[in-house]
């Protein structure tokens, strides 16, 4: 008795436990989901906030929206490509490595922008813009080059599939158009006169004369006489025939 609470103890607990563990991973996956709704919001929240910055001020506080925005919107593109070629591709592995690197800077680099907006120094702000214009086209550009060479490598693999799959179509209608069409059956007529034309040929007389040799090869068989025919005492005797 005591070994059968013991084994509804055991199985309550494991219950509990797998129980537990499947709610804090909902818990944690919704958390997630959320936390990820709330960046997304906020990322849009900012690039509307940037575009209109850039087209309501003037001077060195547009061109600091415009930078941000520039940047944002190039890795938040190359990252997006990223992420969704290597799950078909994974070569691409090294390429999100090198990207993470690269979005290392642009994060510097934004953080550095989003503390100039706040910058009262028109002197210093301005005397600082060529540097972080230079930096924001370096990464952009890096980030373009790379987004464009995924695109590319993606697109060349759905030509090389198409492309095969065109051949292997071309070969299988090839293949079900050949066909050998039957010739007109010949009329009886033709059919006799062909077999007459054979054996009348070469074929023919050679048939003739190989028949003709074996039969005079042949010796003569001997005539065997006819047996007597036995009586049967059920049969009736011949009635003799009238002289008269």
Do not use: C
């Not at 759905?158 to 059956?185: F, K, M, N, Y």
């Amino acid at each position: 008795m005591e070994a059968v609470i013991a084994v509804f103890a055991v199985l309550f607990l494991l219950f509990v436990g797998l129980g537990v563990y499947a709610t804090v991973k909902a818990v944690g996956a919704a958390k997630r989901g959320v936390d990820r709704t709330i960046e997304q919001a906020r990322r849009t929240v900012e690039d509307h906030t940037l575009r209109a910055k850039s087209f309501v001020q003037v001077g060195p506080a547009a061109e600091i929206a415009q930078l941000r925005l520039a940047l944002r919107t190039s890795m938040r593109a190359t990252q997006d490509a990223l992420r969704t070629g290597v799950a078909d591709d994974e070569s691409l592995k090294e390429s999100l490595g090198l990207f993470e690197r690269l979005s290392a800077h642009g994060h510097e680099l934004d953080a550095d922008l989003r503390r100039l907006e706040s910058e009262p120094d028109r002197a210093e702000l301005t005397a600082r813009l060529p540097e972080l214009r230079s930096r924001t086209e370096r990464i952009t550009k890096s980030a373009d080059s790379l987004r464009w060479a995924v695109r590319d490598r993606a697109r060349r693999f759905v030509e090389d599939d198409l492309g095969a799959l065109s051949d292997q179509i071309d070969l299988e209608a090839d293949a079900l158009r050949h066909w050998t069409p039957a010739g007109p059956a010949p009329e009886p007529g033709q059919r006799a006169g062909a077999s007459a034309s054979n054996a009348d040929g070469p074929m023919g007389q050679q048939a003739r004369s190989r028949t003709s040799r074996s039969a005079e090869e042949q010796p003569p068989q001997a005539i065997t006489p006819p047996s007597p025919r036995v009586a049967h005492p059920w049969q009736k005797k011949p009635r003799p025939e009238s002289t008269t």
